[in-house]
């Protein structure tokens, strides 16, 4: 028994000193290969708007030295003109002036600007850009309606600078462009006080 003891000994110390004294494999290193990695980016073209577009005419956008007094506005002229039948004054009269104090310059056209009506993001390679158009089925002008109790209409025409057109600078982070919208109001037929309403589009697209 103390033989084989002996024995196996010897073959563990011959194992570990084999083991020990081999030499070490060295590394492999291959050859790099190419793979070509492709990634389709899709063209996009998005639109936000504001939902709603309110314009406030003011007093003075009608008629100067008119005053505040509840609900409306009330205003008077500087006196001018005769009127009676003295025949030592003059022949009988000149009689008040009936020019309109409404009829100045400006009522039958006034100008609205209005900056953040539209947001667009694009990522066109397209040559012609990006086009923004109000009303591009109907056209620059059109007719706002009254809502009862007011009657008539309010025309308008939007000024053609209010459209865009441009090539792409940016990509999708930030918009590719801001607009507003400027815009002449024509109250020729608007005969009452009170609201008139419409629609105007704007379209985004790249030809």
Same mark, same amino acid.
């Given at each position: 028994m103390k033989n084989k003891f002996f024995a196996i000994a010897a073959s563990i110390v011959a194992l570990g000193t084999a083991i020990t004294s081999a030499p070490a494999q060295a590394q492999i290193s291959g050859t790099a290969a190419p793979v070509n *990695? @492709? /990634?389709q980016v899709p063209e996009v073209l998005y639109l936000k708007t504001v939902s709603d577009i309110y314009v406030g005419i003011s007093a003075s956008d009608l008629a100067s030295g008119l005053t505040a007094t509840g609900s409306g506005f009330y205003g008077s002229a500087s006196n001018s003109g005769t009127v009676g039948t003295d025949p030592t004054t003059s022949i009988p009269g000149t009689g008040v002036n009936t020019s309109s104090p409404f009829a100045r310059a400006g009522v039958g056209s006034l100008n609205q600007s209005l900056t953040g009506v539209y947001a667009?993001? !694009? @990522? !066109?390679?397209? $040559? $012609? #850009? /990006? @086009?923004i158009t109000y009303n591009k089925d109907t056209g620059l002008t059109g007719t &706002?309606?009254? /809502?009862a109790p007011a009657i008539g209409t309010v025309a308008y025409t939007i000024n053609g600078s209010s459209n865009q057109t441009g090539k792409v600078p940016k990509g999708l982070v930030d918009p590719t462009f801001v607009g507003g919208? %400027?815009? $002449? &109001? %024509? *109250? =020729?037929n608007?005969? =009452? $006080? #009170?609201s008139y309403t419409g629609v105007i589009t704007i379209t985004a697209d790249a030809p």
């Open positions: *990695l @492709n /990634v667009v993001w !694009s @990522n !066109s390679p397209r $040559a $012609a #850009g /990006v @086009n &706002l309606t009254a /809502v919208i %400027d815009f $002449a &109001l %024509d *109250l =020729t608007s005969t =009452t $006080a #009170g």
